[in-house]
């Protein structure tokens, strides 16, 4: 836990980086905004509140149909966070838990109702915590409207403190707005939230501009979020879907109550849907690329119906796909991956996209050219996660650093540099130099350059040959002056066992096998490190909160760059004598 004086630094920090990014537009609408929050202004509008719509035009509004599914997901018990993570505190607060109740799904209908209004009771507007995040407050609103709207009528003072909530929340949300360098999917749900509470109080002027604010941004957004290919800026997967199930979720409700034409959104949805899908590595499981904290749109379990049943749009030039010799490779250009699957239940990703969301990048992982594979639908090398967000830094630090992902680090830094948690400086630029299809295979040639920073700056070059047989060859590459260290590494799944065969190293997992060598002078083998903690190095997060030890392959080297390269072989059967695989690369 953070001393109390590292705690008062840090938040000076992080205000200074937010200041130096902020346009005098942006410091404009934070300093009214947090002038129309004053307590006069807020008795002011919540005596507005008392005009109350009727329970005719509340009772008119339809609400989203649900789909309940059954994610694939680890058993995940959180560490206790305790106060030093916010976190601990907004998840239960946003009672998403109350709607399998209020759905009857999971107990009584009364009893989530009664569960909410307590929460009401208990956290008077705008007082504590749970009034901090203008998201937190959104994400509320659409379990406020279902609860009135599916039990109107039950008791008057009851259906009063529930609208005067959802007004609350509508007004308070309307003034803390994440625009300009804070736009992301804290946007995309505060719109959501003010298309809620706008059209309970759409007879009212206050409500009708939230509506009309919603739509506008969630308009505004989908270009800027959801990239041309599908892909998202943000460049964390579990934030993808959390967005697209909010545009879902908000397309489903404005279109059933005849507020808004949302056609022109259902193409980039669906190609957002179409990029998931190929990330699959079997249903409900996709690797945990960039950020993750386990959030939902509606519930654990419930999402929006996506667009069933509705084609989806061809992306032109910005997604490639081949299959040759039994490999198909999907490239999504803009978001900038390739996923790779071969008919030996070969599964491969390769990064070759953008750090983030500019201009903070605030969800993005310094993971350039970082692989996943899995074999048979069972992961072997993995991103290992998110852990937390507040409280523990150290932890934080590395889990979005370069270290913790399948790519090389060059003098132990980051491809990019932290800032605070949430907050990079110095991007890197990420390319897909190649992509090559013949009948020996796949070769996918990739760069980044994120190491130019470095007094001696150096760019790292990835090459991934796939051939027909599942053998994966990666070679990794460096250019610039002077000598560096570099290291690369492969995190394997916690559930992972690794044993030596001869010069491999043999990785297992419920019975799907892959076989790890480094190609070259016998002194080149990889060590296997697990759960270190100074420095922290070697653990995995099945969720948010949790963290475990996992195996980790490890190799360093020092010395200039034309002197060093790493040829990485994975082979999903026993290979035999590393120099018949040694002589193949160097054929090609």
């Known amino acids: 836990?953070?001393?109390?004086?590292?705690?008062?630094?840090?938040?000076?920090?992080?205000?200074?980086?937010?200041?130096?990014?902020?346009?005098?537009?942006?410091?404009?609408?934070?300093?009214?905004?947090?002038?129309?929050?004053?307590?006069?202004?807020?008795?002011?509008?919540?005596?507005?509140?008392?005009?109350?719509?009727?329970?005719?035009?509340?009772?008119?509004?339809?609400?989203?149909?649900?789909?309940?599914?059954?994610?694939?997901?680890?058993?995940?018990?959180?560490?206790?966070?305790?106060?030093?993570?916010?976190?601990?505190?907004?998840?239960?607060?946003?009672?998403?838990?109350?709607?399998?109740?209020?759905?009857?799904?999971?107990?009584?209908?009364?009893?989530?109702?009664?569960?909410?209004?307590?929460?009401?009771?208990?956290?008077?507007?705008?007082?504590?915590?749970?009034?901090?995040?203008?998201?937190?407050?959104?994400?509320?609103?659409?379990?406020?409207?279902?609860?009135?709207?599916?039990?109107?009528?039950?008791?008057?003072?009851?259906?009063?403190?529930?609208?005067?909530?959802?007004?609350?929340?509508?007004?308070?949300?309307?003034?803390?707005?994440?625009?300009?360098?804070?736009?992301?999917?804290?946007?995309?749900?505060?719109?959501?939230?003010?298309?809620?509470?706008?059209?309970?109080?759409?007879?009212?002027?206050?409500?009708?501009?939230?509506?009309?604010?919603?739509?506008?941004?969630?308009?505004?957004?989908?270009?800027?979020?959801?990239?041309?290919?599908?892909?998202?800026?943000?460049?964390?997967?579990?934030?993808?879907?959390?967005?697209?199930?909010?545009?879902?979720?908000?397309?489903?409700?404005?279109?059933?109550?005849?507020?808004?034409?949302?056609?022109?959104?259902?193409?980039?949805?669906?190609?957002?849907e179409a990029f998931l899908e190929a990330f699959q590595v079997r249903p409900g499981e996709v690797p945990s690329i960039g950020d993750s904290d386990d959030g939902h749109a509606v519930a654990p379990g419930l999402h929006p119906t996506r667009g069933d049943g509705l084609a989806v749009p061809d992306a032109g030039d910005r997604v490639t796909a081949q299959n040759v010799a039994g490999i198909s490779c999907s490239t999504f250009h803009d978001a900038g991956y390739s996923v790779v699957r071969s008919d030996r239940g070969l599964f491969l990703t390769l990064d070759h996209g953008p750090l983030g969301m500019a201009p903070l990048y605030n969800h993005g992982h310094a993971d350039a050219l970082s692989i996943t594979l899995a074999v048979n639908g069972t992961a072997l090398i993995v991103d290992p996660g998110t852990y937390r967000y507040n409280g523990v830094p150290e932890w934080r630090r590395y889990f979005k650093g370069t270290r913790a992902h399948n790519t090389v680090c060059v003098d132990g830094e980051d491809q990019a540099v932290q800032e605070t948690s949430f907050l990079w400086s110095k991007p890197y630029r990420a390319e897909l130099e190649e992509q090559y299809f013949g009948e020996d295979g796949l070769r996918l040639v990739a760069r980044h350059d994120g190491y130019r920073r470095l007094k001696r700056p150096v760019v790292h070059r990835r090459t991934v040959q796939i051939g027909p047989d599942g053998t994966t060859l990666l070679s990794d590459a460096f250019s610039g002056p002077g000598r560096h260290s570099f290291e690369l590494h492969f995190h394997l799944h916690p559930e992972v066992s690794v044993t030596r065969d001869g010069p491999w190293w043999k990785v297992e997992r419920t019975g799907q096998c892959a076989w790890i060598g480094l190609l070259g002078p016998r002194e080149s083998r990889f060590e296997v490190r697990r759960g270190e903690e100074s420095p922290i190095f070697g653990w995995y997060s099945r969720g948010y909160g949790h963290k475990e030890p996992a195996p980790v392959l490890r190799f360093r080297r020092e010395g200039a760059c034309e002197e060093v390269g790493f040829v990485t072989a994975i082979c999903l059967e026993r290979p035999g004598d590393d120099a018949v695989l040694r002589e193949r690369e160097l054929a090609r």
């Open 1 to 272: 836990m953070l001393c109390a004086g590292c705690v008062v630094i840090e938040r000076l920090r992080f205000l200074y980086l937010r200041l130096r990014h902020a346009s005098l537009r942006e410091l404009a609408h934070r300093s009214w905004g947090s002038l129309s929050i004053r307590p006069s202004k807020v008795r002011k509008a919540r005596g507005r509140a008392a005009t109350l719509p009727s329970r005719t035009d509340i009772a008119a509004l339809e609400l989203p149909p649900l789909t309940a599914e059954n994610p694939r997901r680890d058993n995940v018990k959180e560490e206790g966070n305790g106060s030093d993570d916010i976190r601990a505190l907004w998840e239960p607060a946003r009672l998403q838990g109350a709607i399998p109740l209020l759905l009857g799904l999971d107990g009584s209908e009364t009893a989530g109702r009664e569960r909410i209004l307590r929460w009401v009771s208990d956290n008077p507007f705008p007082s504590g915590p749970h009034y901090d995040s203008a998201m937190e407050c959104a994400l509320r609103v659409p379990v406020f409207v279902r609860c009135l709207t599916q039990d109107l009528g039950g008791s008057p003072a009851a259906d009063q403190r529930l609208l005067e909530a959802i007004h609350d929340h509508g007004w308070w949300i309307s003034k803390k707005l994440s625009l300009y360098s804070s736009l992301g999917n804290h946007t995309i749900a505060e719109s959501v939230g003010l298309v809620f509470a706008g059209a309970v109080f759409r007879l009212e002027q206050g409500g009708r501009a939230w509506l009309e604010t919603g739509i506008r941004l969630l308009e505004q957004e989908l270009a800027h979020q959801v990239l041309a290919d599908g892909g998202p800026a943000e460049q964390s997967l579990a934030y993808h879907r959390f967005v697209l199930d909010l545009y879902w979720l908000a397309v489903s409700f404005l279109e059933l109550n005849r507020l808004h034409d949302c056609s022109s959104w259902k193409p980039p949805l669906l190609r957002g």
